[in-house]
């Protein structure tokens, strides 16, 4: 028997199957094709907004993700340094082809341990609620003591392109329909959501020349802590805009867009919608943004970010010939909806485990998220929670202040999302905590002890963590005169230490290192240089989110038990009373945050946990 079998090899399985063999479990991944090992099946591209943050926990904590997608990229861009550093968010144009082959290489290197059975999932073997076995259609029964689903798009999985409908779950492969029947079977509610994709376009029949050329940064950072360098040369993606003519063919033609003709009645993405979408939503604007990304270095094809469509093919085209540079343009593939089946994500606990049958774990988009980013962060924890369960230890759970992917977690057990769930930096409340450089600074102590990364690994970190305190010290106590590093300044022999003075957004610590004079120690590397920059300069916002931190971390820990019975509750408000029966919240915390649970339900929750605390502790003293 195994420990752990995983279904699905998109990115959520293969970080849920890493992660469970790290720590410490037997592992078997079964998915259709050993080759489509988290193929990219919609954009090029890892991290953006938030994305890029999930990415860099991901790598602190021992997963997959960064070091393919350094191993891939073709492009490096830091979003949002405009504004603060708490918004800072890291990008990747890849190589379609070079990330799954290093995601297949990594796995033939580092995890020759788990086995991967190529075959389809048909449902799960079950006595009571407990989890036995999977069940594989030429396998037959593979028998486990857990289980994660990670289906991706592929449950009931239905393509649209205008009329032209397909049984798959991704352009041109067969969906997985008897996992769908297998979960109604064991009374887990189904909901369909839809999602959408852009269309191909060769590259030779655009004129990328008039078009806005965005290129490759020239500083150098990596999403993977063992990246020392670039591996691939950087290519330049291309900014286009949409026309009005190409927003009045589609208005002429959208009763023939299965999102408005009442084909698809699924829910799609709000914050990343189609194209007819943006056309009928926003009527007064005349032009919308287009991305041409490439699909890697040697591939004849452009993605074309902004164009999600499932209008007809022929009404596709001709609206993208309208955009300058593109009037010959020639498609490999044109753009498509794809429907899908998911699991509420109230029928998860914060592990990630289900609750009808607690060894059987979801992960990526059958919990109702969108996109690469958080289906492998979901994969990990699934992962190593079900090997932590298998080895008899505490669960690994990450708080909202420890990671944006406690955050996620989090929203998805108490907020019931309506529609696919992206991560956005707005949805962390502590997000300059949580800031894309010091992922392993937040993560290394819990990545250690469930057994995520070695000794080895953590003992650097804590070197490194002790150096940076040792630099923020000294900065502390040395003084420079004002007069050296402010123009003008009215007290300018007046002393100020360099803590201070980096409050000031005018002075960079290498201008203080400049005038260090011997009394600084050597220069530190560039990454470590900007961590002690950025917790000096910001060090009043650091400390007061530290503060409400610690003021709401009482009521995080605070423990609802699963059984509860919330009918003892007699005064609770009607809806108060259904939504904490159906998120079953694992916290006091977690309950705050379900809509619909006023405060007077929360202090009157509080209370009975209280009485039953007494009552439990009376008992035990008797």
Known sequence: MVDVVVIGGGHAGVEAAAAASRAGASVVLVTRERAALARLSCNPAMGGTAKGQLVKEIDALGGLMGIATDRSAIQYRMLNRSKGPAVWS??????????????????YERYPDVEIVEDEATGFAVNGDTLTGVRLANVGVLACKTAILCSGTFMRGLTHTGTVQNQSGRFGEPPANHISADLERLGYPLLRFKTGTPPRVYRDSIDLSVMEQQDSEDESWYFSHETTQRYNPQLPCYRAYTVPEAHDGIRARIDESPMYNGTIQST????????????MRFPDRDRHPLIFEPEGLNNPLMYVNGFSSSMPEEVQLASLRTVPGCEIVRFARPGYAVEYDVVPPHELRATLSTRRIPGLYLAGQINGTSGYEEAAIQGLIAGTNA?????????????????????????????????PYRMFTSRAEFRLLLRQDNAEERLHEKAFRAGLIPEERYESI?????????????????????????????????????????RRPEISLSALLELGNGALPERPDPALLYAIETELRYAGYLDRERRQVEKLRSQEEKRVPDDFDYDIVKALSAEGRQKLETHRPATVGQASRIAGVTPSDLALLVVFLRDRERVAARKQSA
Do not use: M, N
């Open 90 to 107: 890291p990008r990747a144009q890849t190589d379609r082809d070079l990330y799954t082959q290093a995601i297949d290489t990594l796995f």
């Open 268 to 279: 799609g993405p709000r914050y990343c919608p189609s194209i007819e979408d943006k056309v």
């Open 387 to 419: 090997a932590l369960t298998v080895k008899g230890r505490d669960p690994f759970i990450l708080r909202r202040d420890e990671a944006y992917g406690g955050v996620l977690v989090d929203d998805l057990v108490t907020t019931h999302p309506t529609e």
């Open 462 to 502: 804590r070197a490194r963590l002790d150096d940076k305190s040792s630099w923020i010290k000294r900065l502390e106590t040395l003084k420079f005169r004002r007069g050296d590093l402010v123009a003008r300044d009215r007290k300018p022999d007046q002393l100020e230490s360099a803590a201070q003075l980096l």
